[in-house]
Structure formats: C-alpha cells, structure tokens
C-alpha cells in the first residue's frame, strides 16, 4: 500500500475585493516575493509584494 505525502499548505494572505464587494485569496509566489490572485467574480489581477520587516496582518483591503 502506498503512503501519501502530507499535502503542502500553501501561504496565503486574505483580501477584500471592493470592485466587487468579496473576499478572495492572494497565494504567495514559489520564490517568495509576492502574493499573486484575482477577484474571484470579475477576475481582477492583485499582487503584494513581500518586503523587509513586513506586517503580522493576514487581511487586507484592494480596490
């Protein structure tokens, strides 16, 4: 019988979507510079990069 891998949780940042009022996902980048994602109704591109210092905060708001 085969053992599967624990699957790898992927960091993510959440983002409130005022173009259409919701909530959505940023997913960080596999080279760890930025949260990349889209609004989940009207497909609107977001990124955040990730910088020096940073912030303990895991929400935020994009318009």
Sequence with gaps: ???KE???KRQYIGVWFDCCQTY???????DG???VG???KCLRQARARVGEG???R???RGS
Aim: glycine content about 8%.
């Design 1 to 3: 019988m085969e053992e």
């Design 6 to 8: 624990p699957a790898k």
């Design 24 to 30: 959505g996902r940023l997913y960080k980048t596999k």
């Design 33 to 35: 510079n930025f949260y």
């Design 38 to 40: 889209r609004c989940p």
């Design 54 to 56: 940073g912030t303990d």
């Design 58 to 60: 895991r929400f935020f």
